[in-house]
């Protein structure tokens, strides 16, 4: 039977939650006007976790927010209009892309807009729904020092439920689909040979995945934490990919506590909104993500070994990594030890039976939240650093192989007539693959080629890059290719042409820098998996939860972290 707890009401004055300085036009972390108000009502807010996997059944129930679940604050009616957050400015939208309105937000009482604004921001600050304020000297180093909400949506977008199972159906198979890649190394190379040619990281990558071909090295355990990323198609209705993340795939902490403030806003303005909280699904990413980590630290079989996140030496995402880190050490009591490239370069070691040290402790895991661009490599000592990890016994996530299969340029191989027959078995499971790939080339097609010149705005250029802001767009892929076409060099393996892809815009609300700006936006979803492997035993292999971002129309790329887009969540329609 569960025990029943008692809440405790307690009133709270503006001044208690130190939202804003008397003597400063803005605070830090929330960039706010400062205000006064006399006046106390009930809590818009009431937390209750109704499943193992909803994240505030967890010590974090107790430590993110106080040990009382309902507060008093200001009525917002008393000086609203001095709030900055609450200021709502509207933006020019993006013309030639069909239009499609969930919710009337034009007709939304700004009074309602400006309460649900300040009471997001609480809720934010409250529950480490925060990332660096890049404003702020440190905060990219030093956790605590200049905190910043997430960027995020006011709520969540609507997305069709069938769709939205399909994605979660998808993920399996390709959890399944990169695993059997990473193991035909021969694939690999031959696919990303041009490529290798032109482009200098991706060779560096090839030579230490050749390096561990040339050596013979099994990788007993293998732990993939991936996402795959779609976008819902206007005009067709269909689901389509646009990538699969298989090193640093982020947001697994931040994307839930999203998910529960869009479920506490609705829960008290539902109502008048018209939207239902339990059409919300629940995510659970952080703590299924843990979960996987932490059975794959129990297979290394070391009690005293350590999980190793791989990090950049200035990382304004911290708190998204530690709260992965915080579930892997208080549900399944697993360490983890931060560290850079460079960092492990200097203090590493590998022993001869292959075990990983690093700062004199056994690494048993090692999971990497840098390493996936060129700049984080800026010296060999980075370098040697990864290739030291390749080398030891300890479980990749990813593994070289499984970074490697994660790249634009075999995400376009595996499109190709009959290749996913190569690796998959099940033809329904090829089907369901083969249905959500977009049109993907190689620039050594001189027919898509001279498409894409004619028609820019129907296609994307990607180079083998991660994190956000790489890719080609519009009339700059013309002038690209044209220019690869004259200079007549191998500069274009370097790239895939993709399908461009048109989701449906709706009016949205979009909070950065506790400011709230309505704009017209469009949406990617991101469903993560799970995976790990004994030898042949598959010990998971699960659909872990989902990641909504929401950006402004008129912006190409998307990426959260890179400063083009806001977290978001779904409402299942």
């Not at 298989?246 to 403030?261: D, P």
């Not at 950006?551 to 083009?564: Q, T």
């Amino acid at each position: 039977m569960r025990k029943k707890l008692k809440w405790v009401k307690m009133g709270v004055r503006y001044f208690s939650l130190s939202l804003c300085s008397p003597t400063h036009q803005y605070h830090q972390s929330f960039r706010l006007a400062t205000f006064t108000c006399d006046t106390k009502q009930k809590s818009n807010f009431s937390f209750y976790p109704t499943d193992k996997y909803r994240i505030f059944n967890t010590h974090y129930r107790r430590v993110s927010f106080f040990p009382i679940t309902q507060f008093s604050i200001c009525g917002l009616h008393s000086r609203i209009g001095n709030l900055k957050c609450g200021r709502v400015k509207e933006m020019e939208t993006q013309q030639g892309i069909a239009t499609k309105e969930a919710l009337d937000l034009q007709s939304v009482d700004q009074d309602l807009v400006q309460k649900m604004v300040y009471d997001a921001l609480v809720w934010s600050s409250l529950h480490g729904l925060v990332v660096g304020d890049r404003s702020v000297q440190r905060s990219g180093k030093v956790p605590g020092v200049g905190l910043v909400h997430a960027p995020f949506a006011l709520l969540p977008v609507s997305f069709p439920e069938s769709h939205f199972r399909e994605a979660c159906e998808l993920a399996p198979i390709f959890n399944e689909l990169v695993d059997r890649v990473s193991l035909d190394g021969k694939f690999l190379q031959e696919s990303l040979s041009r490529t290798k040619k032109v482009d200098p990281f991706t060779s560096r990558l090839l030579d230490i995945h050749s390096k561990m071909l040339e050596l013979n090295k099994k990788e007993d355990i293998r732990l993939g934490l991936h996402r795959s990323d779609y976008m819902l198609d206007e005009q067709t209705k269909s689901l389509l990919q646009i990538e699969v993340n298989t090193i640093s795939s982020s947001f697994s902490g931040l994307s839930c506590l999203v998910s529960e403030l869009h479920r506490s806003l609705l829960i008290h303005y539902g109502e008048r909104l018209g939207l239902d909280s339990k059409k919300v699904p629940g995510n659970s990413v952080v703590i299924q993500f843990a979960e996987a980590m932490a059975k794959a630290w129990t297979e290394y079989n070391n009690a005293r070994a350590l999980v190793l996140v791989v990090v950049q030496s200035e990382e304004h995402n911290m708190y998204d990594q530690h709260w992965l880190s915080s579930v892997l050490k208080e549900r399944h009591n697993v360490t983890t030890i931060r560290k850079t490239l460079a960092e492990i370069d200097a203090e590493g070691e590998l022993l001869p039976d292959g075990t990983l040290l690093v700062g004199g402790q056994v690494i048993a895991v090692v999971y990497f939240r840098a390493g996936y661009a060129p700049t984080d490599y800026p010296s060999e000592s980075e370098w040697r650093a990864r290739l030291l990890m390749e080398q030891s016994s300890a479980v990749k996530c990813p593994s070289i192989s499984y970074h490697l299969a994660g790249t634009k340029k075999i995400q376009q191989e595996l499109a190709k007539p009959n290749v996913l027959e190569r690796f998959l078995d099940n033809k329904e499971d090829i089907a369901k693959v083969r249905k959500c790939f977009a049109g993907l080339w190689s620039l050594d097609d001189s027919e898509i080629v001279s498409k894409a010149i004619e028609n820019p705005e129907l296609y994307v250029m990607k180079p083998q890059r991660e994190g956000g802001g790489n890719n080609i767009y519009g009339e700059d892929v013309k002038e690209t290719l044209l220019r690869l076409k004259k200079d007549g060099t191998d500069e274009d393996a370097a790239y895939i042409l993709m399908q461009r892809i048109f989701p449906s815009v709706s009016l949205t609300f979009l909070m950065r820098d506790g400011i709230c700006h309505k704009d017209h936006a469009i949406s990617e979803l991101g469903i993560y998996g799970a995976y790990l492997r004994i030898k042949e035993k598959v010990i998971v292999n699960e659909q872990s939860g989902y990641l909504m971002r929401t950006k402004v129309a008129s912006s190409n790329e998307g990426g959260v972290a890179a400063g083009f887009a806001v977290l978001d969540s779904l409402y299942l329609t």
